[in-house]
């Protein structure tokens, strides 16, 4: 279904959700802008993921780290040599591909970190853009990006990394929250923030970007408990999550890392994919990590970073489970999940079905005209309520053009202040799926409200 994403991406631009970054310089290597709509999207599932993970519990704590970090911490946990991805060129055109990916959709084979596996199997392959058949061999390419801090002079130090996941901020970290929270195992360390990641080919919109936001959870747990309960239990709350955004429970599914191409130290890693219009792909991601980080870490830094647990009286380097979500990701999903075009009178009507709970404007107030007598008690309205919801002020255009743009930006209730209003002290509530109207008094309109949220 491109013919979907194409619609998505242009209503996101018409109506301020995501705008291509930098047009006016003719646009920059896939990189978006979120706009009002998008920003307010973004925020309200940042927090409702904050309020999920983070308030709703006992054992999860919050954090906000650098994206700079030392890079001492990037070669404790592999990325400095690791941390790539296969590129392969066409000398014909001279575009560049993830060799891994060419591969897989020519063949079906996951040949992921085999390059000359790759090499061999792309002399069956012809460029998807070109037509030709002239590659270079497939290489590894490092994706963290690079730069300089200015006040070391010593070449290896002064070269840092902006971070390539936000969960290595955690770690570093480790020792601090436990000296300082409260905190017992089993417990958890929740961070949001921006990742960086240089990926050959970026694409689909927002799906992969090279500058993007996650939200990742380390769960610390003791050696030997009983993992796979738990694990089980991690995957139904990220599934939770992402019907929270909206997304159908048939548009969800899990892909099990096989045990070759899972990283060493791992027992079980699942991605949670969903059905975009562009297919099945990994939305979020489960890792069991065991005690990897925390033990390269302790052996790199000298510091120990392990655990007292007084219940059993010993001492040990907790293992962990990593819940991981991509923010950007989350926001395609709700954009995706909400998009519902419906025949209303032989018209088109294009509305954005989003979860009440993470809808940019929770209300439009929108006077039937700029009129005094009714801008006045609309403004009243805006100003009584404007504290309690995210509300939205319209007085421009027809009420036929104003519903539909709030129907596009995903309103679910308008309120209408008409010239019965002036008599009746009422007002006319209109609901976004159903477009049911309501006459409700204006001083039981704050209850009213209440009730739906
Ligand atoms: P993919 O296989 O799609 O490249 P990944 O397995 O490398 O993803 P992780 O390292 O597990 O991804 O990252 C955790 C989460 O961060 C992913 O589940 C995804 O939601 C998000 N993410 C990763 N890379 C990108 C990207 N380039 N753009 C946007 N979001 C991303």
């Known amino acids: 279904m491109p013919d979907l994403m194409e619609k998505i991406v242009s209503l996101a631009k018409r109506r301020g959700f995501v705008y291509p970054a930098c047009e006016i310089y003719g646009g920059f290597a896939n990189s978006y802008s979120y706009g009002s709509y998008g920003t307010e999207l973004k925020n309200n599932i940042k927090q409702l993921w904050w309020q999920t993970f983070v308030h709703n519990r006992e054992d999860i704590v919050g954090l906000d780290g650098p994206i700079l970090l030392h890079p001492k911490l990037w070669e404790a946990s592999g990325h400095t040599k690791g941390f790539n991805d296969a590129l392969v060129d066409c000398k014909a055109c001279q575009k560049r591909f993830r060799a891994d990916h060419l591969v897989e959709e020519?063949?079906?084979?996951?040949?992921?970190?085999?390059?000359?596996?790759?090499?061999?199997?792309?002399?069956?392959?012809?460029?998807?853009?070109?037509?030709?058949?002239?590659?270079?061999?497939?290489?590894?390419?490092?994706?963290?990006?690079?730069?300089?801090?200015?006040?070391?002079?010593?070449?290896?130090?002064?070269?840092?990394?902006?971070?390539?996941?936000?969960?290595?901020?955690?770690f570093v970290e480790y020792k601090n929250v436990l000296d300082s929270m409260r905190v017992k195992i089993p417990f958890g360390i929740a961070q949001i923030g921006k990742a960086f990641r240089n990926e050959i080919v970026a694409g689909n919109f927002i799906f992969r970007l090279r500058e993007f936001e996650q939200m990742e959870i380390e769960y610390f747990i003791s050696p030997d408990t009983e993992w796979k309960p738990l694990f089980e239990k991690w995957l139904m709350q990220q599934e939770k999550f992402a019907l929270g955004l909206g997304a159908d429970k048939k548009d969800l599914r899990h892909y099990e890392h096989p045990d070759d191409k899972?990283?060493?130290?791992?027992?079980?890693?699942?991605?949670?994919?969903?059905?975009?219009?562009?297919?099945?792909?990994?939305?979020?991601?489960?890792?069991?990590?065991?005690?990897?980080?925390?033990?390269a870490h302790s052996k790199a830094s000298g510091e120990k970073l392990d655990y007292f647990d007084q219940e059993k009286n010993e001492r040990y380097v907790p293992h962990v489970l990593e819940p991981t979500f991509g923010l950007d990701r989350s926001l395609l999903v709700a954009l995706v999940a909400a998009y519902h075009e419906e025949e209303v009178k032989g018209e088109t009507r294009?509305?954005?079905?989003?979860?009440?709970?993470?809808?940019?404007?929770?209300?439009?107030?929108?006077?039937?005209?700029?009129?005094?007598?009714?801008?006045?008690?609309?403004?009243?309205?805006?100003?009584?309520?404007?504290?309690?919801?995210?509300?939205?002020?319209?007085?421009?255009?027809?009420?036929?053009?104003?519903?539909?743009?709030?129907?596009?930006?995903?309103?679910?209730?308008?309120?209408?202040?008409?010239?019965?209003?002036?008599?009746?002290?009422?007002?006319?509530?209109?609901?976004?799926?159903?477009?049911?109207?309501?006459?409700?008094?204006?001083?039981e309109l704050e209850g009213y409200l209440a009730d739906k949220y």
């Open 262 to 295: 899972r990283s060493h130290y791992s027992q079980k890693t699942v991605d949670i994919e969903y059905k975009f219009p562009f297919g099945f792909k990994e939305l979020f991601g489960l890792a069991h990590r065991g005690n990897f980080d925390l033990t």
């Open 350 to 443: 294009v509305v954005m079905k989003f979860p009440k709970g993470i809808a940019p404007i929770q209300l439009a107030i929108l006077p039937l005209s700029k009129k005094e007598e009714l801008s006045s008690v609309a403004r009243d309205i805006f100003d009584n309520l404007k504290t309690d919801l995210v509300c939205e002020y319209d007085e421009t255009q027809s009420i036929g053009k104003r519903y539909r743009r709030q129907d596009e930006i995903g309103t679910p209730y308008c309120v209408t202040v008409d010239f019965d209003s002036l008599e009746d002290k009422a007002v006319t509530v209109r609901d976004r799926d159903t477009m049911e109207q309501e006459r409700v008094k204006i001083e």
């Open 106 to 170: 020519a063949t079906g084979k996951d040949l992921e970190g085999q390059l000359d596996e790759m090499s061999a199997a792309l002399t069956e392959i012809k460029c998807p853009n070109c037509g030709k058949q002239d590659w270079t061999e497939a290489r590894e390419f490092n994706m963290m990006f690079k730069t300089q801090m200015n006040n070391v002079s010593d070449e290896e130090t002064a070269e840092v990394y902006l971070r390539p996941e936000t969960a290595g901020a955690i």
